[in-house]
T-cell receptor, first 112, second 113 residues
Framework: QKEVEQDPGPLSVPEGAIVSLNCTYSNSAFQYFMWYRQYSRKGPELLMYTYSSGNKEDGRFTAQVDKSSKYISLFIRDSQPSDSATYLCAMSAKDSGYALNFGKGTSLLVTP | NAGVTQTPKFQVLKTGQSMTLQCAQDMNHNSMYWYRQDPGMGLRLIYYSASEGTTDKGEVPNGYNVSRLNKREFSLRLESAAPSQTSVYFC????????????FGPGTRLTVL
């Protein structure tokens, strides 16, 4: 079993919808949590970076970490067609040298 | 600023052939990384270089070698390519260490027949 699980989708929503993307993990040592966005045939780009538990907001994006449930989420408000991409969660821990463990990615399509 | 550049963009190899994937960054970053991305597997770290002169194995290093040529350049070599190495390879860099934000290149699509 991979340490990081992520539903690959695809997830299709209408423009303007609130999108919820999630990952679960098994390693309780993970402390740093990231969300990357990857457009088709491009490299991933960092969207959100969170340390430990709690919420972080950046514009239309909110990242949540619930360490007690080993569950992280990314919410996208007022979704736009330009948000159509694959979203990758990633996390790291000090005991593994902070190497990033990526989820498989969730494919999101926002339709006009 | 070009960011992270990778060459080539596409490559087809026959089993047993060798090749080197090139990566360069112009952001004056200390750390550089090589990942592979496979359908259903996500991104996996092959090797990384925390700073010039150092390299370390990642999750899937078998069948690969790396060279940190200087601060800007980090190459990945396949000595004897196998079909299992068919993948998309991404290079990334960060200011310093694995915790810092990693910036990714556009990827190299490699097919081994």
């Amino acid at each position: 079993q991979k340490e990081v699980e992520q539903d690959p989708g695809p997830l299709s929503v209408p423009e303007g919808a609130i999108v919820s993307l999630n990952c679960t993990y098994s390693n309780s040592a993970f402390q740093y949590f990231m969300w990357y966005r990857q457009y088709s045939r491009k490299g991933p780009e960092l969207l959100m970076y969170t340390y430990s538990s709690g919420n972080k907001e950046d514009g239309r994006f909110t990242a949540q970490v619930d360490k007690s449930s080993k569950y992280i989420s990314l919410f996208i408000r007022d979704s736009q067609p330009s948000d159509s991409a694959t979203y990758l969660c990633a996390m790291s821990a000090k005991d593994s040298g902070y190497a990033l463990n990526f989820g498989k990615g969730t494919s999101l399509l926002v339709t006009p | 600023n070009a960011g992270v550049t990778q060459t080539p963009k596409f490559q087809v190899l026959k089993t047993g052939q060798s090749m080197t994937l090139q990566c360069a960054q112009d952001m004056n970053h200390n750390s550089m990384y090589w990942y592979r991305q496979d359908p259903g597997m996500g991104l996996r770290l092959i090797y990384y270089s925390a700073s010039e002169g150092t390299t370390d194995k990642g999750e899937v290093p078998n069948g690969y070698n790396v060279s940190r040529l200087n601060k800007r350049e980090f190459s990945l070599r396949l000595e004897s390519a196998a079909p299992s190495q068919t993948s998309v390879y991404f290079c990334a860099s960060s200011r310093s260490g694995l915790l810092a934000e990693q910036f990714f290149g556009p990827g190299t699509r490699l097919t081994v027949l």
